[in-house]
Nanobody, 128 residues
């Protein structure tokens, strides 16, 4: 699966952005799709996951209630809607897909190693 992330930019505190991750090669509904982010000087960290075949969506504690991950099967695209943005949300955001057909537990899906292919990253900057 090839992934193309887009939608990042500069936004003020409290603003909103929607990131897109367009997939080619496979149907996203058949795979676990994740969003991660990497702040300057930090490691790439879990943000959200949309589990395959309607398995639900899950979020890091830091973004729960503000972010929403969802998919459009017709467009084969996964989105990350980000609301009430804070300066600490500033990071490069990556989408990822787990191509391994073996179903795994939620805690594993919050790790980088669970995913096989990654998009190129899109920068989100939240400023005052």
């Amino acid at each position: 699966v090839q992934l193309q992330a887009s939608g990042g930019g500069l936004v003020q505190i409290g603003g909103s952005l929607r990131l897109s991750c367009a997939a080619s090669g496979r149907r996203i509904r058949d795979y676990d799709m994740g969003w991660f982010r990497q702040a300057p000087g930090g490691e790439r960290a879990f943000v959200a996951v949309l589990r395959r075949s309607g398995g639900g969506d899950y979020y890091a504690t830091s973004v729960a209630g503000r972010f929403r991950i969802f998919g459009d099967n017709a467009k084969n695209t996964v989105y990350l809607q980000m609301n009430s943005l804070k300066p600490e949300d500033t990071a490069v955001y990556y989408c990822a897909v787990r191509e391994n057909p073996r179903r795994t537990i939620l805690s594993e899906l919050q790790t980088n190693r669970a995913y096989d292919s990654w998009g190129q990253g899109t920068q989100v900057t939240v400023s005052s």
